[in-house]
């Protein structure tokens, strides 16, 4: 079974009426193409990094594989499930992760967020403490008692990463997640991720860094929303 596909994903992003469009009377609204048609097939145990310009498409594909964008045409699947049709089990299979990821609670500490995000999964606190343990190479161990607000950028990725983790997902989406890490903790999530795919998961990852693209399995250039 293929752990990931795109087959023929168009979406449209539309910024809603223009001041200028209103004036005239013109109410047709802006719109921007930001995935033209895109296919694409992830195996199971592969990794694939999307790379190109900003606006290419990256995020947009992580975001329509996590059921947060809707195409307008074509479908997503993972692991044979509709994206669109059934979220709420796409939801179980998925973990994304973005480094710029803003829905932690900044005055709670490290291990109360993760605990009240693995309860929305039905983790209870003892069983999210044994699969914190597995994730010991993310060096998140150490920063469970701190104030989220207090962790510098690496380290608020890595929390972010332990999270998207936490419920055993068979994909990871990755968006610049090791943009802020250091060496020795960008080295310790690569052997992570790399037992992750060793043990069967599918891993798309959309990063600038040549370093992250040497990791994985093949690379894909995105422009203009199409493969380059």
């Not at 449209?12 to 001041?19: H, L, N």
């Not at 973005?98 to 709670?108: A, E, I, P, T, Y």
């Not at 890490?181 to 052997?191: H, L, N, Q, T, Y």
């Amino acid at each position: 079974m293929r752990a990931v596909e795109l087959d023929a994903v168009r979406v449209v992003y539309r910024s809603g009426w223009s001041i200028r469009a209103l004036v005239r009377g013109d109410p047709a609204s802006t719109s921007r193409v930001a995935l033209d048609g895109l296919s694409l097939v992830v195996g199971p145990g592969e990794s694939v990094g999307l790379t190109g310009p900003n606006g290419a498409g990256k995020t947009t594909v992580l975001r329509v594989l996590a059921g947060l964008v809707v195409p307008v045409a074509g479908a997503a699947r993972v692991a044979g499930v509709d994206v669109a049709a059934e979220p709420t089990r796409v939801a179980a299979r998925v973990g994304f992760v973005s480094v710029d990821d803003r829905s932690f609670f900044h005055r709670l500490s490290v291990w109360e967020n993760l605990r009240f995000f693995a309860a929305m999964y039905g983790i209870g606190p003892e069983d999210a403490d044994r699969r914190l343990r597995r994730l010991g190479a993310l060096g998140v161990d150490g920063l469970l008692s701190a104030p989220f607000r207090v962790l510098s950028a690496g380290q608020r990725a890595r929390v972010a990463l332990a999270r998207g983790l936490l419920h055993d997902p068979s994909v990871l989406l990755l968006d610049e997640v090791t943009r802020s890490m250091d060496e020795a903790s960008r080295a310790g999530v690569w052997g992570l991720l790399e037992g992750f795919c060793g043990a069967g998961g599918a891993i798309v990852v959309a990063s600038h860094d040549p370093l992250d693209l040497q990791r994985v399995s093949r690379a894909i250039t995105l422009v203009d929303g199409r493969l380059a």
